[in-house]
C-alpha cells in the first residue's frame, strides 16, 4: 500500500509510525510543515531505511499575531499540501496537526479527486479558541470558534476514518455524526530514541547545569500554555530553600514572557532554543524534575505530547494541568504530582519538588517508574497494528 502521513508539527512518533510502516514493506513518504517551529523529529531516512521524507510549505512563515495574513497562509499551505497529495499518489493519506483553513481546502480536493484520506485528530481547534476567547483571544474570536466547529464537522465527515488520541473526543465525534468511523488509539512516544541517560552528561555539562539542581520544560508554548507558571513554581520552590535553577528550551513569544518574570522573581534561567532532536535524551536528562502545562480551558481535548517524552527519559513530573486530562493520569501513574494550572496549586507542587529533591532514593525510585511506565504503555508494534487496519479501511 502506498501511504502518505502528513504531520504538519513534525513530532517524534508520527515519523516513527511512518519508519514502521515502511519497515512492514508500505510505499511510506512521510511530509512535514517547516513553517511551524518546534522540537522536530527524526525526519531524515537512515541508511537502509525505504521511507522518504518532504517538506511541504518552504519559505512560508507565520506571525501569529496577524490573524488575517496567516489566514490566507494556511490558506496556500493547503494549495500546496493538495498539489503534494497529487504528486505522491499516495492509496491513502493520513492527516495529523494539521491546521482548520489548511484542512478544509485540502478536505474539498479530497472530495473532487476521490482521494481517500484518514484524520489523525490531535486536537478539537474549536473548543480550544471558544474556551480562549475573551481571556487570552479577543470576545470576536467566538465567531471563529463557531466558524471552527462547522470546519472540523465538515471535514471529519469528509475523512474516510478518523483517528483520535483520547476517549474525551468521541462524545464530540457523536456529535459530528463521525463516531462510526472513529477509533481511539492514543499517542505515545518512541522509546528506542528518547532514552534515560546519567543526570551529568555532555549536554549539561556544556550548558553549566551538571552541578545545580533544575526544573526544566522543553516544548511549545502558546495559548494554551501560562509560561509565567515556570517561574512561578521555580520561584515557590527556592523559597523553601532550594536553590533550583529553571531551564527553558522554547522559541517564539512565550521566551520574553519567560525572561521578564524571572527577572522580576529574581529566579536563575537558562532559556535556549530548540535543540537537535538527537540530543532530546541528554537535554531531558539534565532535568532533575521536568514540568508539563496545559491551561484549564484546554480541558481533556488536548494531550500535550511533551509528557510521554518525559516518561520515556525516565525523570520524575510535575504536571501543572487540567486533572481530566489523559496526561494527567500518567503523570500520577508515574509517582509525578498533578495540580491544576494556577497559581493556588503552587505551594502544593512545590512542596512534592522540595520533598522529591531532598530525598535521592524517592528520586530514583520515580525515575524507574517513569520509564517502566513508558514501556508498558507505548508498544509500537501494538499502535502500528492498528494504524495500519485503519489505513487499510481508509483506502477502501
Known amino acids: 500500500m502506498r501511504v502518505l ?6 513530532h517524534p512518533f508520527q515519523a516513527q509510525l511512518s519508519r514502521e510502516l515502511a519497515r512492514r514493506g508500505h510505499d511510506v513518504t512521510h511530509s512535514t510543515c517547516n513553517a511551524y517551529v518546534s522540537g522536530k523529529g527524526r525526519l531524515e531516512a537512515q541508511p537502509g531505511e525505504t521511507i522518504r521524507f518532504e517538506t511541504v510549505g518552504d519559505g512560508i512563515v507565520f ?19 493538495v498539489r503534494h497529495v497529487r504528486r505522491v499518489r499516495p492509496d491513502v493519506a493520513l492527516m495529523s496537526n494539521v491546521q482548520i483553513p489548511t484542512l478544509v481546502v485540502f478536505a474539498a480536493a479530497m472530495a473532487l479527486f476521490r482521494q481517500p484520506w484518514v484524520l489523525w485528530h490531535q486536537d478539537v481547534y474549536s473548543v480550544a479558541v471558544r474556551s480562549f476567547a475573551g481571556a487570552k483571544l479577543s470576545r470576536s474570536f467566538r465567531a471563529v470558534a463557531l ?6 464537522r465538515w471535514t471529519s465527515r469528509r475523512a474516510s476514518q478518523v483517528v483520535v488520541i483520547a476517549d474525551s473526543f468521541v462524545p464530540v465525534h457523536e456529535r459530528w455524526g463521525t463516531a462510526h468511523k472513529t477509533t481511539v488509539i492514543a499517542n505515545w512516544a518512541p522509546l528506542d530514541e528518547i532514552v534515560p541517560v546519567q543526570r551529568k552528561n555532555d549536554w549539561a555539562v556544556e550548558h553549566e547545569l551538571d ?4 526544573l526544566l520544560y522543553s516544548g511549545t508554548l502558546g495559548l494554551k500554555h501560562d509560561p509565567a507558571l515556570l517561574v512561578r513554581l521555580t520561584a515557590a520552590v527556592r523559597e523553601l530553600g532550594r ?3 529553571l531551564v527553558v528550551v522554547n522559541e517564539g513569544p512565550a521566551a520574553d514572557v519567560i525572561r521578564a518574570e524571572a527577572d522580576r522573581l529574581d529566579v536563575p534561567l537558562t532559556l535556549l532554543p530548540f535543540q537537535p532532536y538527537e540530543r532530546l535524551p541528554e537535554v531531558l536528562g539534565s532535568g532533575d524534575v521536568l514540568v508539563v502545562l496545559l491551561d484549564q480551558q484546554a480541558g481533556a481535548f488536548s494531550v500535550p505530547s511533551k509528557t510521554l517524552s518525559y516518561l520515556c527519559a525516565g525523570r520524575p513530573v510535575v504536571g501543572l494541568m487540567p486533572e481530566e486530562n489523559a496526561a494527567s493520569d500518567l503523570v500520577e501513574r508515574a509517582g509525578g504530582h498533578v ?18 529533591l531532598a530525598d535521592d532514593e524517592r528520586r530514583d525510585t520515580v525515575r524507574a517508574q ?15 497494528d492498528r494504524f495500519e487496519a485503519v489505513l487499510e479501511r481508509g483506502a477502501r
Open 147 to 152: 466558524a471552527f466547529d462547522l470546519a472540523e
Open 211 to 214: 552541578d545545580v539542581q533544575t
Open 5 to 10: 502521513v502528513h504531520d504538519y508539527s513534525g
Open 370 to 384: 517513569a520509564r517502566e511506565l513508558a514501556e508498558q504503555e507505548f508498544s509500537l508494534a501494538g499502535c502500528a
Open 243 to 245: 536553590p533550583v535553577r
Open 63 to 81: 506571525d501569529k499575531s496577524r490573524f488575517v495574513q496567516r489566514l490566507l497562509l494556511e490558506v496556500r499551505l493547503g494549495v500546496e499540501l
Open 339 to 356: 495540580g491544576r494550572p494556577e497559581a493556588t496549586s503552587l505551594p502544593a507542587a512545590a512542596a512534592w519538588v522540595d520533598a522529591l
